[in-house]
């Protein structure tokens, strides 16, 4: 199994109450500490107005962080989780992408999705078009990344793009282009376009939820005639974690009096209920995320992805995760 980490970059309230001039101070020390460690990648969401209510707390934008973390690390693979396709035209981000891949000297990943968070992006012009759109333009937006970073040059005259000899150049570093990560568990679109691109998928990590849509992804790799076992399966996990669940529940008090003054009441229960229903699998003892862990991986999840909400203000929860978890797993 191999393992990720996000970095807070307060999309999910986790710089609350820190200075903005410090927000690059927490980020990168935490990236240099992740560069220093035994994760493979480091991650960011792309989104613009924070959750689970927009609020005038900072979200920094994911590719500005992708370039200052390409910079400013030496090792980790830097990715996003997930891009969304609409925010930028794709041979646009082509382009991007490749600069930050030759800034890092090889090390991006494309995590690329359809997109769902409805208020930023009618707040920032976009609409907010139906699924079917939003997923034909993921789809054609890979063809048009894909034929750019194999060629230098991208065309097509698709229903949702068009583009005629964009030229991306320098290529990416990477031979073959950046690898696509193709987010969502959309059954019948977002699979069948990740058993035709996707070097990597990131779904559902329930432990039936993750069965079945692995399923779902097999019968479109058969559909598509591709090696079901070519496409790394990912998800992402909320990590509360201490030596007992006493210090488990105490580190979950400690989160929730930290957001619940930005989230009132209703939306901290929502918020908290990430973590407190039962069905966190990212929330308990090393021994506890070992067993559960050790379950995913029998099930084929080959890349775990962490979020530790409490990092930004405390270490000592992803360092035990460093000490007990991966070790056991890896």
Not at 96 to 109: K, L, W
Not at 129 to 152: F, S
Not at 247 to 256: H, P, T, Y
């Amino acid at each position: 199994m191999r393992f990720g980490t996000f970095i807070p970059q307060g999309w999910r309230h986790d710089l609350v109450g820190i200075d903005p001039a410090e927000h690059w101070e927490r980020m990168s020390g935490l990236a240099a500490h992740a560069d220093a460690g035994p994760w493979e990648s480091i991650w960011v969401y792309d989104h613009f107005h924070t959750v689970p209510k927009p609020s005038d707390e900072a979200t920094h934008e994911a590719w500005t962080l992708m370039s200052a973390f390409a910079a400013t690390t030496k090792r980790v693979r830097l990715g996003q989780m997930c891009t969304c396709m609409s925010y930028r035209n794709p041979a646009y981000l082509a382009k991007v992408a490749a600069t930050v891949d030759v800034i890092s000297g090889g090390r991006v990943e494309m995590g690329i999705g359809g997109g769902w968070y409805e208020h930023e992006w009618r707040a920032y012009g976009y609409g907010f078009p139906r699924v079917g759109d939003r997923l034909g333009r993921l789809d054609e937006g890979v063809q048009i990344m894909k034929q750019a970073w194999e060629t230098g040059t991208a065309t097509l005259d698709g229903k949702h793009y068009q583009v005629d000899g964009a030229i991306v150049r320098p290529l990416p570093l990477q031979e073959g282009g950046i690898p696509f990560w193709i987010a969502g568990g959309g059954e019948k679109v977002t699979l069948r376009i990740a058993a035709r691109y996707a070097q990597y998928t990131n779904f559902d990590g329930s432990p039936d939820g993750f069965t079945h849509k692995s399923e779902i992804l097999r019968g479109h790799c058969d559909k598509a005639g591709r090696e079901f076992d070519e496409i790394v399966r990912s998800a992402n996990y909320n990590v509360v974690v201490a030596d007992s669940e006493a210090e488990v529940a105490d580190r979950l008090d400690a989160l929730e009096a930290r957001v619940a003054p930005y989230l009132g009441e209703a939306k901290t229960t929502q918020f908290m209920a990430e973590y407190r229903n039962g069905k966190a699998l990212g929330v308990g003892t090393p021994d506890q995320l070992v067993e559960r862990f050790s379950d995913m991986k029998d099930r084929g999840l080959g890349y775990l992805i962490t979020y530790f909400p409490e990092a930004a203000f405390d270490r000592s929860g992803m360092e035990l995760f460093e000490e007990k978890v991966i070790p056991a797993l890896a």
